[in-house]
């Protein structure tokens, strides 16, 4: 091949890939006017975790401290509620502090199984509700001034709970609500009041 027939074929070459890059910058230019697609943020999933054992109190036999880890909002209040063999109770409200519902634990409520004492075997359950009216007996007075969460909480988790989320949301009666619970068997050496209610 002579000299000026390389020199069409370089020039053909070049153009070819000129042209190449031009349609490839074409193709993937930003469209003007469609703005990228965005991420949508899932809404956080609000949770409570227990601990394994409860924290046994400094100086107070058969006094414990279960200590509940949440990310619901500071301030958040919640119904801790206790059942046993012998009974059950609790009552509103315990409010989150840094991160976390600290609930008192007592082991008075042992028992006699065959001649052997056994510690409390304790259910402790967690109720976060965006009011508490429903668990209010004595009318509808006593539901008008039922205790309901602060407004820095509703803020966050709406009016109704409608922001809160989680696996263990659920909705009871028309009230979307935080139930979570966990169960300790306390031992027997620290039974402060055997056989007792």
Known sequence: MNVPNRLIVSA?????????????????RPVQGVA??????????????????????????????????????????AD????????????????????????????????DKDGILQG??????????????FMIHGGPEAVRNALGQPDSVLAVLGTDFENLNGPDVQIGGGIRMLIASAEYQLPADTCVSPYSH
């Open 12 to 28: 053909l070459a070049l153009a070819t890939g000129v042209a190449g890059v031009a349609v490839a910058a074409i193709a993937f």
């Open 36 to 77: 990228p697609p965005s991420q949508a943020t899932e809404p956080p999933a609000y949770e409570v975790t227990f601990p394994v054992e409860p924290t046994p109190a400094d100086g107070w036999k058969g006094h414990y401290s279960v200590v509940i880890v949440t990310n619901l909002p500071e301030g958040t209040t």
């Open 80 to 111: 801790l509620e206790y059942k046993d063999e012998l009974g059950e109770g609790g009552g509103c409200c315990t409010a989150v502090v840094q991160g976390a519902l600290a609930a008192p634990l007592v082991n008075n409520h042992c028992v």
């Open 120 to 133: 409390s075997k304790v259910t402790v359950q967690v109720i976060v509700a965006p009011n508490y009216g």
